[in-house]
């Protein structure tokens, strides 16, 4: 099997650093917040005499190996205080330390918990962190922190409008982010229709969005990773911490075990639009139901000196419907970890993983003797192992190896309709497949100036049986495909198909200067899991389909090539980043096609390629009072499809010429801070007419040369604003509290999510342009964050 081609590999690897280590030992160690035990990401573990080191990885371990001497290892951490130990390495040691926040001096306020010099030093481009801290501080819509609102004001990234769910990442749809959630990928990462996201700020870790560069860890998705850490929960004393805001309330737990071996966290969050509006409802709304909740859990134990096991859990539901009518999601998921030191230079980290996304629809459910009912159940269902090594050669070279075999479970519909009270059964068989995948990589220093970084990931997808699968008929291009008859039909465990890629990824840095640097970037990436939606933003009814024998993977090329700049002792960054993507197999549709419940899809399906460039320019402000970045992206994103558009590019429902945007947090004094955010983009692409012919004494518009997009709706822009106010008394005499006073859409712009004619209901003949707007007005709101 090709797999096989990295074993020899990876074996000559190992003999060679065999070889290499003698008469070197090495210092290892884990770094953590000493106010709560977390392990610190990205800390910079500095060697001063020999000039190099390395950064702690997701769980705070570190490894460094140098010859026999004495050392100082500086470790920083922007908004804690540097630590310095010296070591005499005449064996091989374990460092462990505890690092504590600075004190809090209103003129050393930053927005960043990273190496100061990480944006330049790194090997990593495209990739933006938002700290926690950050987002907490930031306007939000009805005053409650959003992860996903937040990432939108970086450069590269947009959404189709106001409310639509997930978002878009240099020219690729919301189905080709990765979004993991510990390690567990999250299908529908949107409450309330895309107003608010799944993960509970109080408690993420960490936030990490890969936009290009991606490294040979990863796979599954064509265009970004975002990758959220929660918390471990407070190894050091008992936390309370929660909100009650406008729309809905928070409440997290965190706690310390066993002497402090282990900690645990749970947070939940509830909303309450439902309750709030019961008495306004009149008697045929008043049993309607629209509100959301879920639950975040974690748990870790540090079973030894080499060995931690951690535990974590995400549930949540959105409940729709009124009367007759029911319509809910939701997402669960479980990860399971184990970290293993089975040396000072291999470090192991293996993940287990459950992740269901579910929806249903359906009316009349609840009522037995109801003559006429419709329930539609359907889910998507991937489990999970995935063994993942890094092992610490030299300062200057670190390998990564693994591999991750998924399986799915695919229901795309169990629907039961009830006419008359005779059942009809529409339900689509399920579908089966797995996927598995080797990689490995490589980062390497040479000297001061370069780093390069380096690896290739191999892919395998099989569909499986049981299932039917057909061949499909074209009788006209661009149009309907119909399947032949009779279909072929494969057993439990027949293997329907296959797919399997390479995927190479490299990464450059150059430094210019002590505070400059080129990098350029080059990964392939390959999808075999396909969101189908032919609507202009994508709903929780959309259907997650496989790859099979008519539905190839997707896939993308993306090279990256930047500068990074910063200035005033790290008290600025700045970079400026140009990209070009190729996208293959990319799906369209035919006119008039069925996604939902239909047993022959893919006859509805067009295929083409896609095409995404653009210039991304970052400054950001890190140290002082006032804090913040302004971000500009001009882009394009494009498809071509053949019979669409007269098999000409067209812009894509996503495309965004033109993105700015803007953040400023200023801390006033110790108790109150200021935050404003403004955001101004092209309109989205949208098809109009070009002419019109009457039929029956009404006006029907027509496009007489077939184009595709071939207008732009206004553009958009909004102002928001918000105050935090620290409360002067403590809660219970033990905790603290804070206000937030946020004001969103400050100046009322009635933002169009889309624009279509119509006629004129007055006069007929008269077509009439309608704006069609999710927020049109200003939306102020209070919110009370507690703390003890």
């Known amino acids: 099997m090709k797999n096989k081609v990295l074993a020899p590999f990876i074996l000559s690897l190992f003999f060679c650093i065999s070889a290499f280590a003698q008469n070197r030992h090495t210092v290892s160690g884990y770094v953590k917040d000493q106010s709560n035990g977390e392990g610190l990401i990205g800390v910079s573990v500095y060697v001063r005499e020999a000039e190099t080191g390395v950064v702690t990885n997701p769980y705070g371990f570190y490894s460094l190996t140098l010859p026999e001497g004495n050392y100082t290892l500086v470790f920083s951490y922007i908004g804690y205080q540097k630590v310095e130990k010296q070591v005499n390495l005449d064996a091989d040691k374990t460092v462990s330390i505890e690092m504590s926040d600075e004190s809090t001096d209103l003129q050393e306020v ?197 060995d931690t096991f951690f535990a974590s859990g995400y549930f949540g539901k959105d409940v729709f419907g009124g009367g007759d009518f029911g319509f809910g999601w939701g997402n669960a998921t479980a990860t399971a970890r184990w970290n293993h030191v089975f040396s000072n230079k291999l470090f192991m980290n293996l993940t287990g993983y459950y992740s269901n996304y579910d929806y249903n629809l359906g009316q009349n459910q609840n009522k037995p003797d109801a003559k006429d009912k419709f329930d539609w159940k359907s889910k998507i269902i991937s489990t999970s192992i995935k063994p993942d090594f890094t092992f610490y050669i030299t300062p200057s070279n670190q390998l990564t190896f693994g591999g991750q075999y998924i399986y799915y479970d695919t229901r795309p519909g169990k629907a039961i309709a009830v006419s008359e009270g005779e059942n009809t059964d529409i339900s689509l068989e399920p579908r089966y497949a797995d996927e598995s995948a080797l990689y490995i990589g490589n980062e390497q220093k040479f000297g001061d100036r370069i780093s390069l970084q380096y690896g290739v990931r191999y892919s395998y997808f099989r569909s499986l049986g049981p299932g039917t699968e057909y061949d499909y008929l074209e009788i006209e291009k661009g149009q309907r495909k119909i399947p032949a008859f009779p279909g072929k039909t494969y057993k439990k465990g027949d293997v329907i198909t296959s797919y399997g890629n390479w995927e190479p990824r490299a990464s450059l840095n150059i430094g210019i200067t002590a505070d400059a640097s080129i990098k350029a970037s080059y990964n392939r990436t390959a999808q075999y899991l396909h969101l189908l939606s032919n609507t202009a933003a994508s709903s929780p009814l959309d259907v997650w389909t496989l790859s099979s024998i008519n539905i190839a993977p997707e896939k993308a090329d993306q090279v990256a090539l930047g500068w990074f700049q910063n200035f005033k002792n790290n008290m600025y960054e700045a970079s400026v980043e140009v990209y070009y993507k190729k996208l293959y197999n990319q799906i369209d549709y035919v006119p008039g096609s069925e996604l939902l419940l239909n047993e022959f899809v893919a006859g509805d399906l067009l295929f083409g390629k896609g095409r995404a460039y653009g210039a991304e320019f970052y400054l950001k402000k890190n140290k002082g009072k006032l804090t913040g970045w302004i971000s500009y992206t001009l882009s394009r994103t494009e498809r071509l499809v053949e019979t669409i558009n007269n098999s000409d590019w067209f812009p894509a429902r996503f495309d965004k010429p033109h993105n700015f945007t803007s953040v400023a947090i200023y801390e006033m004094n110790k108790r109150l801070s200021l935050s404003a955010n403004f955001t101004i983009t092209s309109g989205t692409p949208a098809t109009f007419p070009t002419n019109r012919y009457e039929w029956g004494g009404w006006p029907i518009g027509n496009n007489y040369d077939g184009a595709r997009n071939n207008n732009r709706i206004p553009a958009y822009h909004r102002l928001d604003l918000a105050a935090t106010l620290k409360s002067k008394k403590k809660l219970f005499k033990v905790g603290q509290g804070e206000y937030v006073f946020s004001v969103y859409n400050v100046y009322n712009r009635r933002n169009p999510f889309s624009v279509y004619t119509r006629a004129n209901e007055d006069t007929p003949l008269k077509t009439e342009a309608v704006r069609y707007s999710v927020i049109g007005n200003f939306i102020p709101a209070i919110t009370y964050n507690f703390k003890f």
Do not use: C, W
């Open 110 to 306: 930053t927005i960043s918990t990273q190496k100061e010099d990480e944006n330049v030093k790194s090997i990593e481009m495209s990739v933006n962190k938002v700290e926690m801290k950050t987002i907490r501080k930031m306007p939000a819509l009805l005053g409650e922190v959003d992860l996903i609102r937040s990432i939108q004001l970086l450069p590269g990234v947009t959404s189709v409008g106001e409310g639509a769910s997930g978002f878009n990442v240099r020219g690729g749809d919301i189905s080709q982010n990765l979004v993991l959630l510990d390690e567990a990928p999250v299908y529908n990462s949107s409450h309330l229709f895309g107003f608010f996201s799944v993960f509970n700020p109080d408690a993420v870790k960490d936030v990490k969005l890969i936009k290009g560069g991606i490294p040979s860890l990863y796979g599954g998705r064509i265009s970004s990773i975002l990758d959220v850490r929660m918390k471990e929960g407070n190894a050091k004393k008992r936390e309370i911490n929660g909100g009650i805001g406008t729309i809905f309330s928070r409440l997290t737990y965190e706690q310390p075990f066993a002497k402090g071996k282990g900690s645990f966290i749970v947070a939940g969050r509830r909303s309450y639009i439902d309750v709030l509006a019961k008495p306004f409802l009149n008697s045929d709304l008043k049993d309607s139901k629209f509100f959301f909740y879920d639950l975040t859990a974690k748990v870790n134990y540090k079973i030894g000196e080499k």
